[in-house]
């Protein structure tokens, strides 16, 4: 199995919670016995505490991630800039599940020059019918088909935060507002929507942003980067005429789209900055400026 790290951890959390449901009922047992009425209230209060962190437990998976997201919906994949991110979170990594056991990355997070757009996942080559299986526990939010985009595609919310996204499934194995534990199949490999060639589009969204996969998952080597990841907010910039970060230089090729993703301001910013609209002509040279 691959899911080892993960699925270890939610044994040994069972095991723990067996050997401490036995070690209550010996303890009853012997006590029985011994007809002693006292240490019963102690009992009784070790019981209640077993209860109430399975109710918290349940809780977690009926609105995963509750205090950070303002609502729980099955409208949409994914909102952009109508919340405000949190200055940092700490994100829980431990019981995750490698979405898929392949481990050659086809293409990266970011922005590809090459087809002028932001790329906001990982895509991991995968053959078709590979099964494709829940990073953390969590509970489905989103299921749908884009034919032009994602095909067939499964969000899913965590109680650690993040969202998760997969995409050009070629089927889909659970439900809007489903349970799942880490490592459940979720669907199947495939190359539906945009795609040229069976593979797994992943992304990791907090509140809605997307945040490099990679900065969460290890795919090559089949890991998480760590216990945890430390998400803290980028400063904003603020208009600083001497720092040269200030200004950018158009190059050939330069859109308003590709400045904008790569200084990571948004194009509207530098058309409001600049004076300039979405149809203006870029000159090679020209210097705009972007805080
Ligand atoms: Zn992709």
Redo the contacts with the bound molecule.
Sequence with gaps: MFCKAGIMKSHILRIVSIVVLMGVSVLTFAQDLLAEQAPMDRQMARIDSVVLSRLIKAELYEYPADDLYPEWSNDYAHKYGNVAMPDSLLIDLTGFCMPTENTKVN?IFGYRPRRRRV?Y???IKVERGDTIRAAFDGKVRYVSYQRRGYGHYVVIRHPNGLETLY?HLNAKLVAENEVVKAGDPIGLGGNTGRSTGP?L?FETRLLGKALNPALFFDFPNQDVTGDTYLYVKPKKKVYDPSDPDTYYKVRSGDTLSRIAANKGVSVKQLCKLNGITTQSTLRVGQVLRLY
Aim: proline share 0%.
């Design positions: 293409d790329h996942g990982l895509d995409a593979h589009h």
